[in-house]
């Protein structure tokens, strides 16, 4: 089993739409988690830190399900720079990835 | 935040060869990252780079392949070593600063 899984979509949305999508991890014991964003071509860069409690930045909204070893992301109002790979990345000890989410928002 | 420089930022090499990937990094710093993605696939980690010892590699990869060398808190070079296709790939460094991780551009490596 991967240690971190996410949905691959694409997901392919018009702008000012919601999307919202999943990851979940397998070890129980992680520490940190974080949603990365990568362009194409380019390095990932980190989008915001995964806190228990959920948090908000902007448009984006991350919750974290420690029972159910989850982690969403939601975008609202979708804008087209909002096209992107994003990553869902776990801390135990080291950082663990999933292979990505991928989102195109459409005029 | 940390500012990475990694070259080349691209290469096509013959199978067999070798490829030195070098990382410089605006800050001193204890650990350096080398991670593989490979096409629609997830960051994996090859090797941590520790200044003064040896890198502690991941299962799965092995030092004669990936020798990596760490002279100092800013820079490290990873060697992809008798290259195969199957070593087509981004490899990327990485360091971590207050909790945050931070990449290079990348290399993106085309064996042929």
């Known amino acids: 089993r991967k240690e971190v899984e996410q949905d691959p979509g694409p997901f392919n949305v018009p702008e000012g739409a919601t999307v919202a999508f999943n990851c979940t991890y397998s070890?129980?014991?992680?520490?940190?988690f974080f949603w990365y964003r990568q362009d194409c071509r380019k390095e990932p860069k980190l989008l915001m830190s995964?806190?228990?409690s959920g948090n908000e930045d902007g448009r984006f909204t991350a919750q974290l399900n420690r029972a159910s070893q989850y982690i969403s992301l939601l975008i609202r109002d979708s804008k087209l720079s909002d096209s992107a790979t994003y990553l869902c990345?776990?801390?135990?000890?080291?950082?663990?990835f999933g292979a990505g989410t991928t989102v195109t928002v459409r005029a | 935040s940390a500012v990475i420089s990694q070259k080349p930022s691209r290469d096509i090499c013959q199978r067999g060869t070798s490829l030195t990937i070098q990382c410089q990094v605006d800050?001193?710093?204890?650990?350096m990252f080398w991670y593989r993605q490979q096409p629609g696939q997830s960051l994996t980690l090859i090797a941590t780079a520790n200044q003064g010892s040896e890198a502690t590699y991941e299962s799965g990869f092995v030092i004669d392949k990936f020798p990596i060398s760490r002279p100092n808190l800013t820079f490290s070079t990873l060697t992809v070593s008798n290259m195969s296709p199957e070593d087509s790939s981004i490899y990327l460094c990485?360091?971590?600063?207050?909790?945050?991780?931070?990449f290079g551009q990348g290399t993106r490596l085309t064996v042929v």
């Open positions: 990345v776990v801390k135990h000890y080291k950082l663990s």
């Open positions: 990485s360091v971590d600063l207050n909790t945050e991780a931070f």
């Open positions: 995964v806190y228990s």
């Open positions: 070890n129980s014991a992680s520490q940190s």
């Open positions: 800050s001193q710093v204890t650990m």
